[in-house]
Nanobody
Framework: QVQLVESGGGLVQAGGSLRLSCAAS????????MAWFRQAPGKEREFVAV????????RYADSTKGRFTISRDNAKNTVYLQMNSLKPEDTAVYYC???????????????WGQGTQVTVSS
């Protein structure tokens, strides 16, 4: 059983930045690739970014590539999402999740955090 807790969300103006954190416990953090997803009201949950177990490989959604950076610190059991040049369309609840590799998506055997709200005003 793995527990994931996101933090760092908030209200920011367009063009601003936020750094989200996801702290893991209850498992071997370095055995998981880690992903960020987001969900806006009335929309499906959307992939944002994923990072490999050791942090050596990353993959991003086209809508966030060049603006967002995913990273991890295995010594702290934490994955981060640095978000720059934020746009109103980035407004959503952001979730972190475990996954098996950078080319896979979470399935029923993976774990999700509770989410943190990000609101970007125009």
């Amino acid at each position: 059983q793995v527990q994931l807790v996101e933090s760092g969300g908030g209200l920011v103006q367009a063009g601003g930045s936020l750094r989200l954190s996801c702290a893991a416990s209850g498992g071997t953090f370095s055995s998981y690739a880690m992903a960020w997803f987001r969900q806006a009201p009335g929309k499906e949950r959307e992939f944002v970014a994923v990072i490999s177990r050791s942090g050596g490989a990353t993959r991003y959604a086209d809508s966030t590539k060049g603006r967002f950076t995913i990273s991890r610190d295995n010594a702290k059991n934490t994955v981060y999402l640095q978000m720059n040049s934020l746009k109103p369309e980035d407004t959503a609840v952001y979730y972190c999740a475990t996954t098996k590799a950078t080319w896979t998506l979470p399935n029923e055997s993976d774990y999700w955090g509770q989410g943190t709200q990000v609101t970007v005003s125009s």
